[in-house]
């Protein structure tokens, strides 16, 4: 059974660092294309990031050259490095697999950006 | 960037109407497209992808057509639990953008 379970988020104060992960079971994250979702609160769904099987990244414009996303394939785990945080980027982060063809998602986690 | 726009931004229909929400591309897009139901705190779900197939398990009330820039997701026979927020998203490269969402309420 396919899962995704992230972890990471909380309160942390703009300017601040914090890393996502998502721990993957049932399927290997290097096989797959693995996104990052966010979802402000009361907002829609925002694309953040994507990284393809062959290791190539792309990004949203909104996070660009903040966020870092990554795998760890020994661990089968995606992550998300982000850095200097704003406050609009405070959402519920989803990470989901092949975005768009599959239907597999984790539940979220709450990243909070607030002083 | 492509843009994927949205109408209506919400809409209020009865049970048992059909409902069509539509998607436009800024440019092409061929068929790479994915339509999400998201229920209030609930993860999105897919229900279409490749514009017009149902991914298994989704109510045959729902459909998808469309190619190119233009797309469509109809619900046949709106049932009260279709109440969500819709949204198309097109994957055929990054960025996989979002459309705003459709907000579909019962009259």
């Known amino acids: 059974e396919v899962q995704l379970v992230e972890s990471g988020g909380g309160l942390i104060q703009p300017g601040g660092s914090l890393r996502l992960s998502c721990a993957a079971s049932g399927f290997i994250v290097s096989s797959s294309y693995m996104s990052w979702v966010r979802q402000a609160p009361g907002k829609g769904l925002e694309w953040v990031s994507v990284?393809?099987?062959?290791?190539?990244?792309y990004y949203a414009d909104s996070v660009q050259g903040r966020f870092t996303i990554s795998r760890d394939n020994s661990k089968n785990t995606l992550y998300l490095q982000m850095n200097s945080l704003r406050a609009e980027d405070t959402a519920v982060y989803y990470c989901?697999?092949?975005?768009?063809?599959?239907?597999?998602w984790g539940q979220g986690t709450l990243v909070t950006v607030s002083s | 960037d492509i843009q994927m726009t949205q109408s209506p931004s919400s809409l209020s229909a009865s049970v048992g109407d059909r409902v069509t929400i539509t998607c436009r591309a800024s440019?092409?897009?061929?068929?790479?497209l994915a339509w999400y139901q998201q229920k209030p705190g609930k993860v999105p779900k897919l229900l279409i992808y490749a514009a017009s197939t149902l991914q298994s398990g989704v109510p045959s009330r729902f459909s998808g057509s469309g190619s190119g820039t233009d797309f469509t997701l109809t619900i046949s026979s709106l049932q009260p639990e279709d109440v969500a927020t819709y949204y198309c998203?097109?994957?055929?490269?990054?960025?996989?953008?979002f459309g705003q969402g459709t907000k579909l309420e019962i009259k």
């Open positions: 989901a697999r092949d975005i768009g063809m599959r239907d597999y």
């Open positions: 998203q097109k994957y055929n490269n990054a960025p996989y953008t």
């Open positions: 990284i393809y099987t062959g290791g190539s990244a």
């Open positions: 440019q092409g897009i061929n068929n790479y």
